[in-house]
């Protein structure tokens, strides 16, 4: 079965970092691309970064130049270093494929940047 385990969020203030980690299961991680999506009430999810499985990463306008995602192919996990945090960066941080292949959402991980 398929896992997606997302970790590392936390409370932080602005200008602080987080590092988050995704584990996940199965073997279709090393093939896929693999992407981190936040997601605020009332909004849709977004996808803020993506890394191809050669290790070429892609970044939404609104974190690139602070955020940094990575993969270990070996470990099967994927992270997203995230600097520079600011409040607009308040969301559920999940990780999936990208494009999205029907793969279930794990529980995602809070990350909350307030004074």
């Known amino acids: 079965q398929v896992q997606l385990v997302e970790s590392g969020g936390g409370l932080v203030q602005p200008g602080g970092s987080l590092r988050l980690s995704c584990a996940a299961s199965g073997s279709f991680f090393r093939i896929y691309t693999m992407g981190w999506y936040r997601q605020t009430p009332g909004k849709q999810r977004e996808l803020v970064a993506h890394?191809?499985?050669?290790?070429?990463?892609n970044y939404a306008d609104s974190v690139k130049g602070r955020f940094t995602i990575s993969r270990d192919n070996a470990k099967n996990t994927v992270s997203l270093q995230m600097n520079s945090l600011k409040s607009e960066d308040t969301a559920v941080y999940y990780c999936?494929?990208?494009?999205?292949?029907?793969?279930?959402w794990g529980q995602g991980t809070q990350v909350t940047v307030s004074s």
């Open positions: 890394i191809t499985s050669g290790g070429s990463s």
């Open positions: 999936n494929t990208a494009p999205l292949r029907g793969i279930y």
